[in-house]
């Protein structure tokens, strides 16, 4: 029998697309034994924004999160998103941060990490891949999609094999514009299983409608895992529906492992979850809806936003399309890099500058630091003149942006002293400085009530 299997995302990548990663914990945990029963591939549940929102938002200490979902959740495989090199933020941190990162996520109870890097650079995915397999988990290697003139099935089954070689244990098409077509899936599917010897995980978004065809042909084409969220925190800038995949692949002989029932349960428990957040404008019915502007300008839809608030905040949406002409341009200049974060955020604010202030007038710190190549890698050559306008005589660096840097962890830990408990709190401060001290404040004040409760307990008691 054909088999396919599915990884929920209800917990990290629906509710970040949806409603701006804000769901507590107190919010799923009733649902976390159902999850559990479903029958996942596995659950993800950490990573991305969701360890900022906690600190953030939610004043809740991630690391205590995953501790208590892996405590409920003791059946199912439970995973992350990491951004290589760059951990769970915008920038390069030196290899012991990124170690002991990788380490203690697993410890905590991390099964599968999920490893992408923005520009396809796999020398920022070595070291966290290679620490995963130490620690004894599942290395994703993940290859961000997107589509240029140097980005080819050819392009991706090098960079597969590349990742094979670094011994990941499956390999992610990490589609996060959902701008794949279901003809790119089925090919890309087909060629990484006949190049590779590895699993194949699609993940991709039904912000422009084509999912459930993605997700269809990728199946026809042996695609191993699909990522998809619970129906109704499913659709629009969300995976595509958990259930109606399960209802159409089990139809067509596929073998899913996934319990009808369970899922229907898991699904009643969120419909007041939306409900409350439409209900409170978290969630807003434009992120719901169906969006095809993305495939033809070739751009994420958030990015599309991004340009639509940074234009109108300065009163000249009358140049959006010109701006919208500027953005491949760009990207042609700086070598095509995937319009992920944090490359789209870079390209799409040169693109509205080249158009207001003149072509390359004004260049951004971060723009000016991918030049030099503290990004890693561009995946074609950046445009000479560039080069020379805004870096002069200086070079850019050859090798490894994280070789350049010094150990962190240990300077960290000392510098916060006993205001970190453990080494958790010295990479949640490492990783959100300003956010995880502020929460490490709160939380000692917590303390402290609920010490003088506990006296005022006894007393009343004795
Ligand atoms: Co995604």
């Known amino acids: 029998m054909k088999k396919i299997k599915f990884t929920e995302t209800v917990l990290r990548d629906a509710q970040q697309s949806l409603i701006a990663t804000r769901m507590s914990f107190d919010d799923f945990e009733p649902v976390l034994a159902e999850l559990d029963k479903a029958g996942y591939y596995s659950l993800e549940c950490w990573g991305g924004a969701t360890f900022d929102s906690c600190l953030r938002y939610l004043n809740e200490d991630p690391w205590e999160r995953l501790r208590k979902i892996r405590k409920a959740c003791p059946n199912t495989k439970l995973q992350m998103l990491l951004r290589g090199q760059n951990l769970l933020g915008y920038k390069h941190y030196p290899d012991d941060v990124v170690r002991k990162f990788v380490a203690k996520s697993v410890e905590n109870g991390i099964d599968i990490i999920r490893i992408f890097d923005a520009l396809n650079d796999v020398r920022n995915i070595e070291v966290a891949v290679d620490q995963t397999i130490k620690s004894g988990a599942h290395a994703s290697g993940t290859i961000c999609f997107t589509l240029s003139p140097v980005h080819n099935i050819e392009s991706y089954i090098k960079l597969a094999k590349d990742m094979e070689n670094m011994g990941v244990h499956s390999i992610c098409i990490k589609d ?126 958030g990015m599309l936003s991004n340009l639509v608030a940074q234009l109108t905040a300065q009163n000249k949406m009358d140049k959006f399309e010109e701006v919208l002409q500027e953005v491949p341009r760009v990207r042609a200049d700086m070598g095509y890099p995937p319009l992920v974060t944090p490359m789209s955020q870079m390209v799409g604010v040169q693109a509205t500058q080249n158009v207001l202030l003149g072509k390359y007038k004004n260049v951004s710190k971060d723009v000016r630091s991918y030049l030099k190549g503290e990004y890693g890698k561009a995946p074609a050559p950046v445009s000479p003149e560039l080069l020379k ?74």
């Open 176 to 301: 996060m514009a959902g701008i794949m077509s279901p003809k790119e899936a089925y090919d890309l599917v087909k060629a990484l299983k006949e190049n590779t010897k590895l699993p194949i995980i699609l993940h991709t978004h039904s912000t422009t409608g084509l999912a459930a065809m993605t997700l269809q042909k990728a199946a026809e084409a042996g695609v191993d895992v699909i990522d998809t969220a619970i129906s109704c925190m499913s659709g629009g800038t969300s995976q595509f529906a958990t259930e109606t995949m399960n209802y159409v692949l089990t139809q067509q002989g596929y073998e899913t492992g996934l319990d009808t029932d369970v899922l229907k349960n898991i699904n009643d428990f969120f419909k007041p979850v939306r409900a409350k957040a439409l209900e409170s404008g978290l969630l807003n019915p434009v992120v719901l809806a169906t969006d095809t502007d993305a495939l033809g300008y070739q751009v994420p839809g």
């Open 389 to 462: 306008q805004v870096l002069g005589d200086e070079k850019p660096i050859e090798g490894r942006f994280a070789d350049t840097l010094a150990p962190a962890f240990e300077a960290a830990k000392a510098e916060l002293g006993s205001k970190a408990k453990s080494d958790e709190d010295v990479l949640s401060y490492i990783a959100f400085p300003m956010q995880a001290e502020a929460f490490f404040e709160k939380r000692d004040e917590l303390e402290r009530n609920t010490f003088k409760y506990t006296i005022r307990e006894v007393k009343e008691e004795d």
